[in-house]
């Protein structure tokens, strides 16, 4: 499985971003995407994940702010940030997971986001 991450950059807070994760590979074997943040100094944390059935997940911090989806036919997942605040400011990653006895992790580069106050 690859994991090309997209559409990072500067916004003010307030404003909105949508990041874009293409998959390629072996897509049936993913179980779901999701995506992660660090900030500088602090550990990976989960944003928002989306599984292969369409079930979501976010973070407490982001919720009623950021929607996970997916697009099938593309084979892509998007994460829309609104409502964007600077404590929102992070490298994004996109991350797939195939469950095959046990959990098998794919990541894709990360993409800045940040925010200005």
């Known amino acids: 499985v690859q994991l090309q991450a997209s559409g990072g950059g500067l916004v003010q807070a307030g404003g909105s971003l949508r990041l874009s994760c293409a998959a390629s590979g072996s897509l049936f074997s993913i179980s779901g995407m999701a995506w992660y943040r660090q900030a500088p100094g602090k550990q990976r944390e989960l944003v928002a994940r989306?599984?292969?059935?369409?079930?979501?997940n976010y973070a407490d911090s982001v919720k009623g702010r950021f929607t996970i989806s997916r697009d099938n036919a593309k084979n892509t997942v998007y994460l829309q940030m609104n409502s964007l605040k600077p404590e929102d400011t992070a490298v994004y990653y996109c991350?797939?997971?195939?469950?095959?006895?046990?959990?098998?992790?794919?990541w894709g580069q990360g993409t800045q986001v940040t925010v200005s106050s």
């Open positions: 991350n797939a997971w195939v469950v095959n006895f046990k959990v098998y992790d794919y």
């Open positions: 989306i599984t292969s059935g369409g079930s979501t």
